[in-house]
């Protein structure tokens, strides 16, 4: 076994990140540097070309100014200090001032037995500091099962919800129930006529309303409860009853379509109940206290003369002075609240028990993000005089193709693609990581017959294929009386080494992705991480003695299935983030 004594139960870029700040401490109690100086923007990342080293530094260029003297100057010293790691096998400077460090192999030996120590649990960070952040996703309107729109946007919030735990956040996964707007009465509309249908009655589903056979149980649930009772009755007398029943179906409808996406929140907020509650009404309460909402006028919208528009007094939220173009009505002249009004009820309702808030909308919803940050700007910052961080992830539509070319498949939804029928096409794990392959707001092509496909071209099966291949060897192994080991890895070469590099990078692309809000960056790492392993495995195609399993070394084979479990640790631990099982067969 090698010697790993001087390392750390940290991930190798935190552990080396402090093994820069001590050296920068020695030089302080040298008093070559001077106390007290900022380090924040001291980094330790892999340097830019892997040709340069494994660990680079800025600490000289960013301290050197502060500090009175010469970024190389500084570095010089900072070198010979690191220098004495017995885990750097050489410092050098390069341009400017940055030092990369070459790292000895015990180095990464110790962070392959790290892998194997934390198992699950490698890669998971305290960053985040147990601070309560307020993921809202999906979010779709109650009035059908979820289509394909949707989909992408579900996986990307549960995603990122998995991720900032991971880091170290405490998550609170929120949907919010659109039921007080014009769409649910349409729906109410709707189900009464499919309750006259279910009580007999022929009927043609007008323009309009919702023609979808969803609706249909949901008429025939109420026929058997009620009877012709509101067949023939005004509106006025079951419009508030059917909503109500149409919107819990719905929402029972939209639980399952998620539950298929392994999608569940913790919570569901109504917009009506938030309104009925008096909720909003003491929102604009607080806001005119803290001189937010005035009342005043509206311009004319362009186009508009003085004699076609008829200027009205409304409730005014004061949006430009945090950055929007103009201020913003929270009512209507009818009294009723605008969508905004609503909307900022709510956020001054979730900012309320969270300490930052993350919103992942529809790329349609793009010209109301100015609006809600300004927002959510002001009633954060109020009284504290600091806003709470705040993040609007705009998701685009996706394109659903078969073979190249545009598919349409509808089993009950009247006019769209559900959710639930792309996951029985192809399953949630496909759909998961498919919709992660891209960054959420570049326009994405999900075509059935790729996203199945065996090959290289489809990060899916490349993923998965590569978790597989590892574990088959496994299973192989063991038949032939092989069992990994880390008793004898120090056998291992170069490119046993250059695997256990790549690896190492997954602490640091959880809290990096975790501090951008973009957990497709796992999945890119778990491509990176896969091909890597891919290419050693085929140099083992051309050189027996590159395979895992090399029947005459007992020692040699041990080391590598030790090191082939651990690589197959850190895919599994991605996957687990994204929300995908790793395959141990395909």
């Not at 892999?46 to 009175?68: F, I």
């Not at 007080?180 to 309009?208: C, F, K, N, W």
Request: contains cysteine.
């Amino acid at each position: 076994m090698t010697d790993t004594a001087t390392a750390s139960a940290l991930p190798l870029f935190a552990d080396f990140a402090g093994v820069i700040d001590r050296a920068l401490d020695a030089l302080v109690a040298a008093g070559t540097l001077p106390a007290g100086l900022a380090r924040s923007g001291v980094t330790c990342e892999p340097p830019r070309e892997a040709s340069h080293g494994d660990v680079s530094t800025n600490a000289a260029m960013v301290l050197a100014k502060p500090a009175g003297t010469n970024p190389r100057a500084l570095a010089a010293l900072l070198v010979e200090e690191l220098s004495k790691e017995p885990r750097v096998a050489s410092a050098e400077i390069a341009g400017p001032g940055f030092i990369n460090l070459r790292l000895a192999a015990s180095a990464w030996l110790g962070e392959l037995h790290l892998i194997a120590d934390k198992a699950a649990d490698y890669g998971r960070s305290t960053v985040g500091g147990g601070t309560m952040v307020n993921v809202e996703y999906v979010s779709a309107n109650p009035t059908g099962p979820m289509h394909v729109g949707h989909c992408r946007g579900a996986v990307v919030g549960d995603a990122l919800a998995s991720l900032l735990e991971f880091a170290g956040h405490r998550v609170t996964r929120e949907y919010y129930v659109n039921d007080a707007g014009a769409q649910v009465d349409v729906l109410a509309r709707s189900v009464h006529m499919r309750y006259r249908e279910a009580l007999g009655e022929t009927i043609t589903i007008p323009e309009g309303l919702y023609p979808g056979d969803y609706l249909v149980p949901v008429g025939q649930a109420l026929a058997a409860e009620f009877d012709d009772k509101y067949a023939a009755a005004p509106e006025g007398e079951w419009l508030i009853l059917f909503r109500t029943r149409a919107v819990a179906a719905m929402m029972d409808m939209i639980r399952e379509d998620l539950a298929t996406l392994g999608i569940h929140h913790d919570l569901f907020s109504s917009e009506a109940e938030l309104q009925a509650s008096g909720k909003v009404d003491a929102a604009e309460a607080w806001l005119r206290a803290h001189d937010l909402v005035y009342d005043g006028e509206l311009e004319a919208p362009k186009g508009k003369t003085p004699e076609d528009w008829e200027p009205v007094a409304l409730p005014l939220f004061r949006s430009t002075k945090f950055g929007d173009d103009q201020d913003r009505p929270i009512k209507k002249s009818n009294g009723a609240w605008t969508y905004f009004g609503a909307d900022l009820a709510y956020h001054f309702q979730k900012a309320q028990a969270a300490d930052a808030l993350v919103d992942i909308w529809g790329a349609d919803h793009a010209g109301t993000v100015k609006r809600i940050r300004a927002a959510v700007a002001a009633l954060t910052s109020a009284e504290s005089g600091t806003p709470k961080p705040f993040e609007v992830k705009l998701v685009q539509m996706v394109q659903l193709l078969k073979g190249g070319q545009p598919f349409k498949m509808s089993k009950r939804s009247g006019n769209f693609v559900t959710l639930a029928d792309v996951v029985e096409m192809v399953g949630k794990d496909v759909v998961r990581f498919t919709m992660l392959t891209r960054k959420p707001d570049a326009q994405m092509d999900f075509d059935f017959d790729k996203v199945v496909e065996a090959s290289k071209d489809n990060p899916v099966f490349y993923v998965q294929y590569a978790h597989a291949r590892i574990h088959s060897t496994l299973r192989k192994a063991a038949a032939e009386g092989f069992a990994p080991s880390a008793e004898h890895v120090a056998l291992l070469g170069e490119e046993e080494l250059g695997l256990i590099k790549l690896a190492a990078q997954f602490p640091r692309v959880v809290e990096s992705a975790a501090a951008a809000r973009e957990p497709h960056r796992v999945a890119f790492f778990l491509y990176d991480l896969a091909a890597g392993f891919h290419a050693y495995w085929n140099v083992g195609n051309d050189r027996p003695d590159k395979r895992f399993i090399v029947a005459q070394d007992g020692a040699l084979t041990s080391a590598r299935l030790f090191l082939g479990l651990q690589i197959g640790q850190v895919v599994k631990n991605g996957l687990a983030l994204l929300g995908v099982v790793a395959a141990e067969e395909l």
